[in-house]
Each structure stands twice: as structure tokens, then as C-alpha cells.
Nanobody, 123 residues
């Protein structure tokens, strides 16, 4: 079974940047599609970005297009979420997830999840 651990969250001022990492172990990470999701207090988990195992295709939620970039380094068993121009509404717990087939925006279709990392954007 694949284990995922997120890191890189923290407190940042509006307009600033953070880079989240998702370190994987216990499986053939290079063959897994990866998604990033976030959940704010009182809100449902929402899709942020996803990437194929080969990095040949990426997708983003409309709310983060042009500001966030998903990437991965399979040699290091790590996926990333570069977040620029952060806004207070980006405040949430960010989680990475993996699945054995193609990436989707539906969290119910992912097989493995990390515990999440808190991102707080202040005004």
C-alpha cells in the first residue's frame, strides 16, 4: 500500500507563495496519478489539481488556474503543488492523493491519501 505525507504548509501573507510536497513510499509511485485537494472548515473537500503518472497531462480547478502548478519528480517519489498569488480564500488543509489509473477531480475515486498540511493565508 502507498503511503503519502504532505509538507510545506504554513502561514503566508496574501500575494505570497508556498510549495507543497507529497512524499510517497510503499508502492510504484511513478505509475500512480496524483491529485491535490483542499478542505476548509465547514466546507466539503474540493479538487485543486491533478497530474498523470507521466506528467503528460495536468488539470486545475478554475479557482486556481494561473496561480497553482502541479508537478512531480518520479525519481524522488514526490509530487508538488506550487502555489503563487495566494488569497485568503485558499486557506485550507491541503491533501495529496493517488490512484492506480487516470487522474480525476472526484476524491472518491482516489485510493490513497495523506493526512494533509495546513495552509493559512492572511490578509
Amino acid at each position: 500500500q502507498v503511503q503519502l505525507v504532505e509538507s510545506g504548509g504554513g502561514l503566508v501573507q496574501a500575494g505570497g507563495s508556498l510549495r507543497l510536497s507529497c512524499a510517497a513510499s510503499g508502492g510504484t509511485f511513478s505509475r500512480f496519478a496524483v491529485g491535490w485537494f483542499r478542505q476548509a472548515p465547514g466546507k466539503e473537500r474540493e479538487f485543486v489539481a491533478a497530474i498523470t503518472w507521466s506528467s503528460s497531462r495536468t488539470s486545475y480547478a478554475d479557482s486556481v488556474k494561473g496561480r497553482f502548478t502541479i508537478s512531480r519528480d518520479n525519481a524522488k517519489n514526490t509530487a508538488f503543488l506550487q502555489m503563487n498569488s495566494l488569497k485568503p480564500e485558499d486557506t485550507a488543509v491541503y491533501s495529496c492523493a493517488a490512484r492506480t489509473t487516470w487522474p480525476t477531480s472526484n476524491p472518491n475515486e482516489y485510493d490513497y491519501w495523506g493526512q494533509g498540511t495546513q495552509v493559512t493565508v492572511s490578509s
